[in-house]
């Protein structure tokens, strides 16, 4: 019997691996890793440059010409230099400084630029791997670049991950797009924060559009070679809520923060100077614009419904699929909450994340589901969600902050889920702006008044499909749930907190209702 077991734990632990691999195969698909250029990356070097001399320090006495006698010396006043700016960003620093050093100046070199031409003043330091803070406080972009392979320690991960959970942000950098620091960095991605899968940002991202609205990507002439494509940022994330926690260059970016041309000794597989300076502006734009977001939210709590003894019982599904489901970990929680407040109703709310393809699905009468990505349902979950929505069952879902890639691949999957059916927006005069709060119009946040090119308040948008009479679908191109958590997220194109939540009342209240 024991080696029974011992032999089922030795292949689910393979399969476990097996799964981990092809995933990661998946992910580094595509980036050239195998290309001809790639393979003749050792032929070429990346030669680090001398540091900047210090500027020449001197005392108050010194340097001074002689004085002619008798004349009294006059006292020297020093002037001061200004203060340093707020620190931004810190480099990490490796013992090996042919590694993370070879553009000594991309960090210092970026900001620079950006306090000439956006005028923002931060400063940067280099920051020992041991000193890496858990607390985003005093620094709040960790930047790790360099050509080798390498393996955060487990006691640098954990301390990564309690400064990336806390708020902070971590930017890796494939410095000349070597091929093993590519496979580490996304071997670290998913040691760092295992229940957060990478994923390629798309170009709806706002990071894409933070300061500069960047639509075209260009590549050094070696990227394009090895297999980038103009117009691909190739850019691997990790979100942690709405926030892209992680950020990862495939191709470098450091390069062109340093001005760095290319050379016969020096092929750099990264983006041209110009896209790299705005990607890096971008970057620094939207990390500082999330900051004020993520550490309140990083102390966010779910609220649960401890009485156990109340009579009648209501299950709230969160939907699992094939996709990058987990977006806002206590915005449907604080709805509840908000919707126990204002109506008083008896019925006890349980909040619980479910397979669209499990059988579990049919016990939850309303099923909640929502995204940032564009995603593809497999064909179980497809078969499930409709067998779920003929019998009766609700699905509420919601692209989290207004993501285009959410919206498109919902519609197009749930067109595949009932075929002939299609989402009709739902009427203003409808029960579902009318109880228990009656909702003429709502608040765009401004992503979302400047996506839509208006002032002022806009009439609610809610899409649904019909069933047997009841609402089987109900669908928000908006997103709601950063509003139900209270959240600033300045890039969240939504409405307005107190909005989000009366329309959230409202959509709980309907289904109750039917």
Not at 58 to 71: C, D, I, R, T
Not at 112 to 132: C, D, G, R, Y
Not at 281 to 286: D, F, K, T
Not at 333 to 338: G, I
């Amino acid at each position: 019997m024991k080696n029974a077991i011992r032999s089922l734990t030795l292949l689910i632990a393979a399969l476990l691996i097996s799964l981990e691999s092809a995933g990661q195969d998946a992910l580094l698909r595509g980036l050239g890793l195998d290309s001809d250029v790639a393979k003749e990356e050792t032929s070429y070097t990346c030669i680090p440059l001398p540091p900047a001399t210090p500027p020449a320090q001197h005392s108050s006495a010194e340097g001074l010409p002689p004085l002619p006698l008798p004349v009294v010396p006059l006292r020297r006043t020093e002037k001061k230099n200004p203060p340093r700016p707020p620190v931004l960003i810190a480099k990490i620093a490796t013992k090996k400084q042919s590694d993370w050093a070879t553009n000594p100046g991309d960090c210092k070199n970026l900001l620079k630029w950006m306090a000439k031409n956006l005028n923002v003043h931060f400063s940067e330091m280099n920051l020992p791997e041991t000193q890496i803070p858990s607390d985003p406080q005093s620094i709040p972009v960790l930047y790790r670049t360099g050509h080798d392979a390498f393996e955060f320690s487990p006691e640098v991960r954990e301390r990564l991950r309690a400064y990336l959970l806390r708020g902070g942000t971590l930017v890796m950098d494939a410095c000349c797009g070597r091929t093993a620091f590519v496979q580490s960095a996304v071997r670290e991605m998913r040691e760092l924060i295992p229940e957060r899968p990478p994923y390629f940002l798309d170009t709806d991202h706002p990071v894409f559009r933070s300061f500069f609205d960047i639509k075209n990507i260009r590549y050094r002439p070696y990227a394009l070679k090895a297999g980038a494509r103009n117009g691909d940022p190739a850019i691997i994330g990790i979100d942690i809520g709405c926030r892209t926690a992680v950020f990862f260059f495939r191709w470098d970016v450091s390069c062109g923060w340093d001005d760095q041309p290319d050379t016969d000794r020096h092929h750099c597989l990264g983006y041209e100077i110009e896209t790299a300076k705005q990607l890096g502006a971008n970057l620094m734009a939207y990390i500082t614009a999330e900051r004020s977001a993520a550490l309140p939210l990083s102390k966010a709590l779910d609220f649960v419904d401890a009485e156990r003894t109340k009579t009648g019982k209501f299950l709230i599904a969160e939907a699992k699929y094939s996709g990058q489901w987990k977006c806002r970990d206590s915005g449907l929680s604080m709805l509840l909450n908000s919707f126990h407040e204002q109506t008083k109703t008896p019925v006890r709310f349980e909040r619980e994340e479910v397979d669209l393809s499990s059988s579990r699905l049919f016990d939850m009468p309303f099923v909640y589901m929502t995204g940032h990505q564009d995603f593809v349902l497999t064909e179980q979950e497809r078969s499930n969600l409709k067998s779920y929505l003929l019998r009766g069952g609700v699905l509420f879902a919601e692209s989290c902050c207004g993501r285009k890639g959410f919206t498109e691949s919902f519609r197009i999957e749930i067109s595949k889920v009932l075929p002939g059916a299609q989402l009709e927006r739902i009427q203003n005069n409808h029960p579902i702006f009318v109880f228990p709060n009656h909702i003429k119009d709502v608040q765009p946040r401004p992503a979302l008044a400047e996506k839509l090119q208006v002032q002022g308040r806009i009439p609610p948008e809610l899409y649904g499909i019909r069933h047997e009479g009841h609402l089987a679908v109900i669908f928000s191109p908006v997103g709601l749930a950063c509003g139900w958590e209270l959240a600033e997220c300045p890039y969240c194109g939504g409405i307005h907190p107190r909005d989000a939540l009366a329309l959230g009342v409202n959509i709980l209240s309907c289904c109750l209702l039917q």
